[in-house]
């Protein structure tokens, strides 16, 4: 009997990229695509370009900075008063406000406001984001608003990257 060169536990067969090692709950709400923010499923799907979806997020930054973070959330700030500056640079935190407020006031112009804010800022999931089971169940007037809301929020997210490029 010969003695290996090799030490320790033995390699896996499986590819501990594709395991996922998370609890059987979030692995069921992983591939229900619970997880994941509307912004990223609209650009998954190919609704949004990722210019678009970078204005959605530059947009959550700005509400973010205007109004606190929309969600509840139970990170500990303790860690990041001690990174936190001393001061605050009020004449950039009004340049950010001002930015805020023409964005919200151009998508309200376009009738894009309450969508856009839904899916970048509040992490709204709309209807048009819902799996889709059976299209022939849904009525004439139900795909003409996903239509509509899809148009929306494309139009929406196009100006503000059309003022911020």
């Known amino acids: 009997m010969r003695f290996t060169n090799k030490r320790g536990r033995p390699k896996s067969s499986i590819s501990k990229a594709k395991q996922d090692l998370g609890t059987p709950e979030l692995q069921a709400k992983k591939q229900s695509n619970i997880t994941k923010e509307p912004l990223d499923l609209c650009y998954e799907r190919n609704l949004i370009n990722a210019d678009q979806r970078w204005a959605g997020i530059h947009l ?20 990041y008063d001690k990174f936190s500056k001393t001061e605050n640079d009020e004449d950039w935190q009004q340049a950010r406000e001002i930015e805020y407020k023409s964005a919200i006031k151009l998508l309200a112009q376009i009738e894009a406001k309450d969508i856009v804010l839904d899916i970048c800022v509040f992490n709204r999931t709309a209807r048009f984001l819902d799996k889709i089971q059976n299209v022939s169940n849904y009525s004439n007037s139900r795909i003409r608003h996903n239509e509509r809301q899809i148009m929306l929020l494309q139009e929406g997210l196009q100006a503000l990257v059309d003022v911020w490029n």
């Open 60 to 79: 959550r930054w700005l509400h973010t900075i205007r109004f606190g973070l929309p969600n509840v959330t139970s990170i500990s700030f303790d860690l």
